[in-house]
């Protein structure tokens, strides 16, 4: 018997059942590839879920991991150090978002758009006809159809899928999900605002992705992401774009929003980020735009006992390092538009659409087999994702070479067609 059933067996014996059964054991990794306990080599296209940018063990990454762990790993924030102070700078800085703007670090995606639902709660506390106590209504959180913004209650609230969501009730009220990529149901959302009896409370925002991954890896077209906006700032609403799947150079830029064919060039009011941020290593955080935004917060409105670890925040200054030094945004841009092309010229008969920006990316499939694919792409020495059941999801590390991607899509070109359905 392989190292890896056994393993499996007593996994599956001490952990809680929400991962489903592991498809492999796996024990280290270098650059874009990973082995398994049994020695088997993989070349991965979903690092981790878009998590290790910078492929792995990275010697300057494990250098600088190291080198703070012997240092300090952690401390309290009744203290700071200086990595946490030099990312806050960085991020500020490629998100180029304006003076007086700020950041907040936690440890995941969900708990970053914790923080940014919370930053709406403050927000729409200041707003007209918002508080309940002298007799207005509550301000409303605007969600949409298909969002996925994390597992925690909060982050829960805002994430459309009913199959998760639905059990959990009940959650946090005044969060409303309107139709992903209408702008009439947005425009009618907030129009619902009003007095008398049947208006609502006013919207303190609106929460979305830019390409809604876990939905499929989905881009919003940039004249309904301007026209958000601009209904947000006629309103007075924040504009939170939850970037933990897109954010830190994933799509070819520093952050999604940043991209012109995505929005127009809006200015968002928060983005959350986490997933790529650390190459590996927990971390995310918010960034909320502006002096006015960032002053909602105040000592003892939020926080987190590990949120700018020390640790975490040097992992995350060697993976901005190790981007910036690599220009792995670029090659991000350049690498997932040979990915795509390759895909779509590939020849498989079963692919449909092929869709995304920069390394992230989706193939529709003609059958719903996902699942069969992702089976066997690991039987021939590929990581993918099923992300829905006719929907393969490809994020490779932002470091992956030319070759690799067509190591990749020569393995992908041979799926066979009669793979059993999900
Ligand atoms: C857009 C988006 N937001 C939030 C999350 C939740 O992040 P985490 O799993 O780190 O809590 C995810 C995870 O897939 C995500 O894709």
């Known amino acids: 018997m392989s190292a890896q059933t056994t393993d499996i067996d007593e996994y599956s014996q001490v952990h809680l059942n929400v991962f489903g059964t592991p498809l ?10 990973v082995w ?3 020695g088997n080599k993989y070349l991965d296209f979903l690092a981790g879920i878009a998590v290790n940018s910078i492929g792995y063990a990275h010697p300057r990454w494990v250098e600088a991991v190291s080198k703070q762990a012997a ?3 952690h401390t309290s924030n009744y203290f700071a150090t200086e990595p946490q102070i030099h990312l806050a700078e960085k991020l500020i800085e490629h998100a180029g978002a304006p003076e007086g703007s700020k950041v907040y670090f936690c440890n995941s995606g969900a708990e970053a758009n914790e923080a940014a639902l919370k930053l709406a709660r403050l927000h729409g506390r200041t707003l007209q006809g918002a508080l309940p106590s002298i007799g207005g209504k509550p301000a409303r959180i605007l969600a949409l159809t298909n969002g996925f913004h994390g597992r925690t209650l909060g982050a829960l609230s805002a994430t459309w899928k009913p199959d998760i969501r639905k059990p959990f009730d009940p959650l946090v009220p005044a969060i409303e999900f309107v139709e992903a990529g209408s702008i009439d149901a947005m425009r009618a959302a907030f129009a619902q605002t009003g007095i008398g009896k049947y208006g609502k ?3 303190a925002a609106v929460i979305m992705e830019l390409i809604q991954g876990e939905a499929g890896v989905l881009p919003f077209d940039a004249d309904y992401v301007a026209a958000v906006r601009k209904m947000c700032t006629d309103n007075g609403a924040f504009m939170m774009i939850d970037e933990v799947q897109t954010g830190v150079g994933r799509t070819g830029s520093w952050f999604a929003f940043q991209r012109d064919d995505l929005t127009h060039g809006i200015v968002p009011d928060a983005v959350s980020f986490a997933k790529g941020v650390a190459g590996g290593f927990p971390m995310g955080g918010l960034i909320v735009f ?3 935004n960032s002053a909602l917060f105040t000592p003892g409105s939020h926080g987190s006992t590990f949120a700018g670890n020390p640790l975490g925040a040097s992992a995350a200054l060697a993976t901005l390092g190790v981007m910036e030094e690599e220009n792995l945004v670029t090659n991000a841009e350049t690498r997932g538009n040979q990915l795509r092309s390759a895909l779509e010229s590939c020849g498989n008969e079963i692919f449909g659409m092929v869709r995304g920006r920069g390394l992230l990316n989706a193939v529709t499939l003609k059958r719903p087999c996902a699942h ?9 020495g590929l990581i993918v994702n099923a992300v829905r059941p006719d929907v393969i999801r490809l994020a490779p590390p932002l470091v992956v070479s ?3 991607i067509k190591e990749a899509v020569s393995i992908l070109a041979q799926v066979p067609a009669d793979l059993p359905l999900d």
């Not at 492999?24 to 590839?33: A, I, K, M, S, T």
Request: charged share 25%.
């Open 36 to 38: 398994d306990v049994d």
């Open 201 to 203: 409370g006013p919207v």
């Open 24 to 33: 492999r054991v796996l024990d280290h990794g270098e650059g874009c590839y």
């Open 71 to 73: 240092q300090i790993a």
């Open 402 to 404: 030319e070759s690799e």
């Open 372 to 380: 069969a694919i992702v089976d066997w792409a690991l039987n021939h």
């Open 290 to 292: 502006g002096a006015k």
